[in-house]
């Protein structure tokens, strides 16, 4: 169930919440923070742009042209700790095709300390029902490398299903599927109402 919109210290709005994690709309002093989570050879390999660290002024500048623009197909979310609100990860729904009620839903958990403790699973879910309670969308896709079985393991939690791979897809110098997962109202498992 959605939660009412409660304020962090800094006033940054809490747009939904669960037990262990709070959404906010993602802010430009986290772009070095980010960053650090995108140049971290942990962390990069479960991300589309493999291998893709930047310099800091170019996060600065893909915040400014995309999560700093009001508007267009996509939101953006940062990802808190609920007890602490201390920033763990980001997420998004983007390519929002209201007329045909669909949208992709991207995340990343950048703080390891946080990974196989259900961060995953209970943001997913929060951006789906986002997705259909708020958007009034009626189909959220994602795509993962088949690698990332954590990643897998936490989409099923949350009630995502498989519904394909798609094979021979290159990953910096090996060779990898993607597994392409979809959700519908009234799957979204792993919230407490």
């Not at 962390?43 to 009001?70: F, H, R």
């Not at 939101?75 to 998004?92: A, N, P, Q, T």
């Not at 597994?179 to 792993?190: F, K, N, R, S, T």
Request: hydrophobic share 40%; net charge negative; charged share 25%.
């Amino acid at each position: 169930m959605m939660q009412p919109k409660d304020k962090l210290m800094s006033d940054v709005p809490v747009i939904t919440k669960g037990t262990k994690v709070a959404l906010t709309p993602r802010q430009r002093e986290n772009a070095p923070t980010y960053w650090k989570w995108i140049c971290d050879p942990e962390v990069n390999p479960g991300l589309t742009d493999i291998g893709a660290c930047v310099s800091i002024e170019n996060e600065y500048e893909w915040y400014d042209n995309n999560a700093g623009k009001a508007g267009g197909n996509s939101v953006y979310f940062d990802i808190h700790e609920v007890d602490s609100m201390r920033l763990v990860g980001d997420c998004l729904l983007f390519d929002i095709d209201h007329a045909e009620g669909t949208a992709e839903l991207g995340i990343m958990i950048g703080e390891k300390d946080c990974w196989n403790r259900g961060y995953a699973t209970e943001t997913v879910a929060l951006l789906a029902r986002y997705a259909f309670d708020v958007l009034g969308l009626s189909s959220v896709i994602l795509n993962v490398y088949d690698f990332n079985e954590r990643a897998v393991a936490a989409y099923r939690k949350a009630g995502f299903r498989e519904i394909g791979r798609r094979r021979g897809v290159r990953h910096g110098a090996r060779m990898v599927q993607e597994v392409i997962m979809d959700i519908v109202p009234g799957e979204v498992a792993g919230l407490t109402d």
